[in-house]
């Protein structure tokens, strides 16, 4: 690549499995502009005091093997090599990992379900997750994080040729949790992933969602949905690398936001590479406002360096609740609040409906329910 | 009975500087049940204004006059409360709620006009039947409320929820605006069997007479300025049709 083909975009240069290789962030630079620091609690300048503990619980069909593994396993950061400080920090200090595989043409009778409950937030505590599809291999994967936990993990999702995996990854931490996150996903020829973050709980979230392809006909879908209460930071940023032909992506983020300091970040990167040709891509965040003092940042970055793409697109708008519609469903007898409900609740049911977990799309709605009563209450 | 009356109505919006504008400019009308009055003007003569005023839409404020409804002070109401008091507006754009399926928010209506939850079962049977009658496909039951919807599919769907919310007086807004012929006597045959039930009233605001040849009128009233100018029957809609308008738009502006 020569160059004046690469991306003006420097935020994804950077990658290493050393901590030292990462200046400790102020605040000032692009990545973490948006991000509180004084409430990561020391996980980005080394001063955080590991003795935190998140539990897992593992629920997998027979197809499927979930396996805890010490930090030499060889299947372990393969996939992906930490982006930024905090990354390369949890990289540095898990003490055990989890490897999930769903072996070749397999195709897994249930979701497997890890549930990760924090059980202290005044302490660190680090986690590593690979979900290895072997080839043509099918599963559903549902991260359930829970509890009070600083946590700072990465998560790897090895999509094998021909592979299909569904991912959806519950945040709902208690009030006081720090969960900072990245979670990369790798396709190889004619894999599909799809992926769902649902972010509703903690104090401070950021999640780093992101697919790279290995081979063409790679097709991901990246989701997500958000419902910040006063107070609540949280942040996802994306990142699709289009560096081969023919691949598709799809992002959809969608949150509400309400009360003093309810804030939200939302950053979407994709670049398609000069050789990427055939690239279909469209990225889309919408936010809703529903009360006064709350911030929005939502910033698309699409950066294209061929002239042969099948489609490319981005969108971002962040609004409060249209009169409109609320004088519409209002001149149909229904109450203001339930009107609120209804608006916000279709914004965001048309992505919770995709997600394939029944048992999670309903906590997903009855845990928006519950946002929305507090909003309906104050 | 139910009887909607409206008195020396005066509305002003906001003018987009720092002032307001007066559209309405003392509005007198009384629509009775098992009336049908057809309200005609040109462009701009407030025709609109007065359809959503009496619908309590937040972007017109009523600065003289009354709305009452069997009585009862329309104007302290909110909307929903109006609506549910038996007053209904259909809509001449109505909105597009994402994610909102039209038999959810049918429900929903139906379930705040009603005062209860109708069973699943019967609600289901009564809104295919009404679809039925207005040619809507069922699948539409489906899909978000006015999403991608044409012009035709949407005018359909506000009469879908005139004869489903059974109001007691029913302000229809252009109704007939946009609509091909096919789809102008499918909703026409809508708001004859709403204005056929039993005590309920019609005001029809529309700017063609296309509409009147399906849809008769006992009483026409020609707006303009902001007021109503002349009253009379259905005479008064042949008049218009072969004089237009002209002579009405200044005798709104003399006022």
Known sequence: ?378 | MATLEIRDLHVSVADGSDGTKEILRGVDLTVQAGETHALMGPNGSGKSTLAYAVAGHPKYEVTAGTVTLDGEDVLGMSVDERARAGLFLAMQYPVEVPGVSVSNFLRSAVTAVRGEAPKLREFSKEMKKAMDDLSIDPAFAQRSLNEGFSGGEKKRHEILQLEMLKPKIAVLDETDSGLDVDALKVVSEGVNRFSSGAGTGVLLITHYTRILRYVKPDFVHVFSGGRVVAEGGPELADELENEGYEKYAKAGAAL
């Open chain 1, 1 to 378: 690549m020569g160059l004046d083909t690469r991306p003006l975009s420097t935020l994804h240069d950077k990658a290493s499995y050393e901590v030292a290789d990462f200046d400790v962030p102020t605040g000032r630079e692009e990545e973490w502009r948006f991000t509180p620091l004084r409430r990561l609690r020391g996980l980005h300048n080394g001063t955080a005091e590991a003795h935190g503990k998140v539990v897992l619980e593992a629920e997998a069909p027979p197809e499927v093997t979930v396996e805890t593994v010490g930090r030499d396993d060889a299947r372990l950061g393969k996939a992906y090599v930490p982006a930024d400080r905090v990354s390369a920090q949890a990289w540095a200090s898990f003490t055990h990992a989890t490897v999930v595989t769903v072996p070749k043409e397999a195709v897994a009778s249930a979701p497997t379900v890890l549930r990760l409950r924090g059980e202290d937030d005044s302490s660190a505590a680090y986690g590593h997750t690979t979900v290895i599809l072997e080839p043509f291999a099918e599963a559903t994967v549902v991260l359930a994080h829970r509890g009070s936990a600083t946590y700072a993990d990465n998560v790897e999702f090895v999509v094998g040729d021909g592979a299909r995996l569904s991912v959806i990854s519950l945040q709902d931490w208690a009030d006081g949790s720090v969960h900072v996150s990245h979670q990369h996903a790798r396709l190889g020829r004619d894999a599909r992933f799809v992926s769902h973050n649902v972010s509703l709980g903690g104090d401070l979230v950021r999640i780093s969602p992101s697919v790279g392809y290995d081979a063409p006909g790679g097709d991901a879908e990246l989701y997500g949905v958000y419902f910040a209460d006063g107070g609540q930071h949280l942040e996802h940023r994306l990142l699709v690398d289009h560096t081969v032909p023919n691949c598709r992506s799809r992002v959809d983020y969608r949150g509400a936001l309400q009360d003093e300091d309810a804030h939200a970040v939302w950053i979407g990167d994709v670049i398609i590479r000069a050789e990427a040709e055939g690239t279909d891509t469209y990225e889309l965040n919408r936010n809703l406002v529903l009360t006064d003092g709350t911030r929005v940042d939502s910033v698309p970055n699409l950066e294209i360096l061929t002239g042969e793409v099948a489609g490319a697109g981005h969108a971002s708008a962040s609004g409060r609740l249209d009169d409109e519609h609320l004088f519409y469903l209002q001149a149909r007898g229904i109450t203001f609040d339930e009107a609120r409900r209804m608006v916000v609740r279709g914004f965001l049911g048309q992505l919770i409906e995709r997600i394939e977990v029944a048992e999670v799309r309903e906590k997903v709605r009855e845990a928006i329910e519950a946002e929305l009563d507090r909003g309906a209450a104050r």
